[in-house]
């Protein structure tokens, strides 16, 4: 039986959403509210992260834990989809908190999570010094007798709720993601897009790939989530932002926007490289306004400017870094 305090008890925090029995939904507070989340999963007194967001979430995973009624030895698992730093960048932290848990990471991405100064300097290399240092804070490695390696359709247990794992290139080589059969639902790290709340139109959600740097692969992104997708998932569980439904609309969505964003970005092999990013960052942006308004949001475009310009520069520095690797093996 599950030992979880009575949610009746006292009020949520903001910042908690329950999603279903057994699973939470954990806003991280990263950049703005309903922007980046982790979720925490619960059954029979056992529990797990998936996701931590960065150092400075670890506060609300922990009194996440204990709005619960639970103490940090009842966490087995953290398991980051991916060790990109708004996914991953407090994983360290969170473990020295953890006594008994184990982190559970791709094999393409452990290293650099128990040693983490290349992650810290490819970020670096991404977002600036500066910002890095003030979103991410000091990332703290994890001991590597604490980490395990996952592997495709590996199976674990959260108290008796089966979880299974499989690899998730495409959006990164060290992405994996994480079926809950219980809930049918995907947690999806940044493998199956992004969907702001904040964008919703009259035919339901808007979800876009991301195209960030530096290991972005279309085909193999293309792959994945039709894999993904053939599990005929009723939720996917996203880091930006939050549990939505999944349906065949929303699939045939993000193929679509895929597609959009690979070719365009092929008709723009040809232009100067110096002005090569400035001209991804247009076509992102008119791509995804486009298909906001065929989801029939009736946000402005001014509006969606200001809740896309974030991912408008990152999936236009990715595609450049696309182009550029593309064009290279020719």
């Known amino acids: 039986m599950d030992t979880i305090r009575d949610m009746n008890s006292a009020p949520l925090p903001p ?3 329950p999603l ?3 699973l939470w939904c954990i806003d991280t507070g990263l950049e703005r509210d309903h922007f980046d989340a982790c979720y925490l999963m619960v059954d029979e007194g056992r529990a797990a992260f998936l996701d931590t967001g960065h150092n400075a979430a670890v506060p609300r995973l922990l009194g996440a834990l204990d709005h619960l009624g639970l103490g940090p030895d009842s966490v087995d698992w953290v398991i980051p989809t991916h060790v990109h730093l708004d996914h991953a960048g407090g994983a360290g932290l969170l473990m020295q908190q953890l006594p008994h848990a184990r982190a559970l990471i791709h094999p393409k991405g452990a290293r650099h999570l128990i040693q983490p100064i290349a ?3 490819g970020a670096k290399a991404v977002y600036g010094a500066e910002v890095m240092a003030r979103t991410y804070g000091e990332i703290q490695p994890i001991d590597e007798q604490r980490v395990v390696r996952s592997h ?3 199976r674990i247990q959260v108290g008796q709720r089966e979880l299974r794992l499989i690899d998730a290139p495409g959006h990164a080589n060290h992405h994996h993601a994480i079926w809950d059969e219980r809930s049918r639902g995907w947690f999806t790290g940044d493998t199956y897009g992004i969907s702001y709340r904040e964008l919703d139109g009259a035919a339901g959600i808007f979800l876009f790939p991301t195209t960030t740097p530096v ?3 279309p085909a193999a992104l293309r792959q994945t989530t039709a894999r993904m997708a053939a599990a005929h998932p009723q939720w996917l569980y996203l880091t930006h932002y939050g549990a939505v439904p999944h349906d065949e609309r929303v699939a045939r969505q993000f193929q679509d926007l895929l597609t959009v964003f690979e070719t365009r970005t092929l008709a723009l092999a040809d232009e100067p490289v110096a002005g090569r990013e400035a001209a991804l960052r247009h076509m992102v942006g008119q791509a995804l306004l ?3 308004r065929e989801s029939g949001s009736t946000v402005s475009d001014e509006r ?10 990152l999936n236009a520095q990715g595609l450049q870094v696309w182009l550029n690797r593309r064009s290279s093996v020719r």
């Open 15 to 17: 910042w908690l959403h």
């Open 20 to 22: 279903g029995p057994g």
């Open 119 to 121: 992650l810290i300097e």
């Open 152 to 154: 495709d359709e590996q």
């Open 215 to 217: 290991q972005f692969d």
């Open 290 to 292: 486009e298909a906001l």
């Open 304 to 313: 969606a400017h200001d809740v896309l310009d974030f991912d408008i520069q």
